[in-house]
């Protein structure tokens, strides 16, 4: 299966530390560890194409035009809880990255995702905006959360999770067309209950110790 919107991490470190991650055994410790080192290294995929301008400098020997990243600062927004957890790597990476979060529950009745929180930085319209997510499952939650970044004003974004699901990928694909998303890992499906399979079963009470 492809999708013109996915981009896939398959680089070995990644796929290696995905395996140990997705292992039923691998301690919460270890499993928070592991997700930090892969967030950094996914971190480094999703901002390959950032733009750039050229600096002048000096070195100790001489004047140069040197490239840095042009522009704002990158918009990082954690999609909670779960998010947090790619987001501790991502900004270890960029550490000057402004942070933003969207909360959102699945109302039991309409099972439709009801924002609870929602603090962005200011200027997403002049951003790049990188949400992360570490499962991309049904796309519901990851699809009203990029709704509230559109609506907040961003117009550049880019979604970063750790496994995705077909369904979830299509489903942003269809939604949400100018969205690149960026994973580990592209699953085989979800099961009745909306989790990925094979997976890693539920990401924020792996990484919290929640269960
Ligand atoms: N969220 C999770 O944490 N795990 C899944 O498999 C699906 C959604």
């Not at 790619?86 to 990255?97: K, R, W």
């Not at 929180?117 to 200011?122: C, D, L, T």
């Not at 905006?129 to 559109?150: C, E, Q, R, W, Y």
Request: charged share 25%.
């Amino acid at each position: 299966m492809t999708f013109d919107n996915l981009t896939i991490v398959d680089h070995p470190l990644v796929q290696h530390k995905l395996t140990l991650m997705r292992e039923k055994d691998t301690s919460t410790a270890g499993f928070r560890q592991l997700l930090r080192e892969i967030s950094m290294l996914l971190a480094y995929e999703v901002t390959r194409d950032l733009p750039m301008t050229m600096k002048n400098i000096e070195t100790p020997l001489m004047e140069m035009d040197s490239p840095v990243l042009k522009g704002k600062k990158l918009a990082l927004i954690s999609i909670l809880r779960a998010g947090n957890g790619l987001l501790d790597g991502v900004l270890e990476l960029i550490p000057s990255a402004r942070v933003g979060f969207v909360g959102l529950y699945r109302d039991h009745k309409t099972l439709q995702p009801v924002q609870y929180y929602f603090k962005v930085p200011e200027g997403l319209n002049n951003r790049r905006v990188i949400a992360v997510d570490p499962m991309l499952a049904t796309g519901n939650s990851s699809v009203a959360a990029i709704d509230l970044l559109k609506a907040a004003g961003a117009t550049d974004i880019r979604f970063l999770c750790l496994l995705a699901a077909p369904e979830g990928v299509k489903r942003m694909a269809e939604a949400h067309p100018d969205v690149p998303v960026v994973t580990a890992a592209l699953d085989e499906k979800l099961n009745e209950l909306g989790y990925i399979l094979p997976g890693l079963g539920d990401a924020g009470d792996r990484m919290f110790g929640t269960k």
